[in-house]
T-cell receptor, first 115, second 113 residues
């Protein structure tokens, strides 16, 4: 079955510390991979996406993610977290070469940032 | 440039009432989707459309109807609301080009009493 697992429901980090949010997927074919961020009361904003090529992708707001096919992972990282990064983060997978309107989402990781 | 617009932003219904959640996009995107977001479950696909006149079911379609008469609009209908449909609903759109991600609206928060 196709699925996305975000094992950390809630993470708290100190401002200025590094961050890594985990994402593992189960998919029958080569996937498209996405990270979205959701601030309270808002919709989802795309942070970054991986379709092909370089397995380390850069996104907005200083985020990056690395696709590791052997581990079926697409972890999100940021070297220094800012208080404004507090939000919920969703990893999602879609069919390679197919429409991106049928995404499978993980359950999300809620990030809190301590001053 | 409005992007994806959802109305209303909040709604409270009684069990058994009907309602239509509106979604409109001004980016001329062929693909549109409806998701529901529930605590601890992420977003789950309800229905989607690949163009005017074409719709299909997603993961959790029961209790919902959709139609796509124009490229711009993709309304979601609850024919007889149930408490289990209390959720936050998101509409999203994307172009036919498979290298382009979805754009999301700000959501509709729906409570069924």
């Amino acid at each position: 079955a196709q699925s996305v697992t975000q094992p950390d429901i809630h993470i708290t980090v100190s401002e200025g510390a590094s961050l890594e949010l985990r994402c593992n997927y189960s998919y029958g074919a080569t996937p498209y991979l996405f990270w979205y961020v959701q601030s309270p009361g808002q919709g989802l904003q795309l942070l970054l996406k991986y379709f092909s090529g370089d397995t380390l992708v850069q996104g907005i707001k200083g985020f990056e993610a690395e696709f590791k096919r052997s581990q079926s992972s697409f972890n999100l990282r940021k070297p220094s977290v800012h208080w404004s990064d507090a939000a919920e983060y969703f990893c999602a997978v879609g069919p390679y070469g197919g429409a991106t309107n049928k995404l499978i989402f993980g359950t999300g990781t809620l990030l809190a940032v301590q001053p | 440039n409005a992007g994806v617009t959802q109305t209303p932003k909040f709604q409270v219904l009684k069990t058994g009432q009907s309602m239509t959640l509106q979604c409109a996009q001004d980016m001329n995107h062929e693909y549109m989707s409806w998701y529901r977001q529930d605590p601890g479950m992420g977003l789950r696909l309800i229905h989607y459309s690949v163009g005017a006149g074409i719709t299909d079911q997603g993961e959790v379609p029961n209790g919902y109807n959709v139609s796509r008469s124009t490229t711009e609009d993709f309304p979601l209908r609850l024919l007889s609301a149930a408490p289990s449909q209390t959720s936050v609903y998101f509409c999203a759109s994307s172009p036919r080009d498979s290298n382009q991600p979805q754009h999301f609206g700000d959501g509709t928060r729906l409570s069924i009493l």
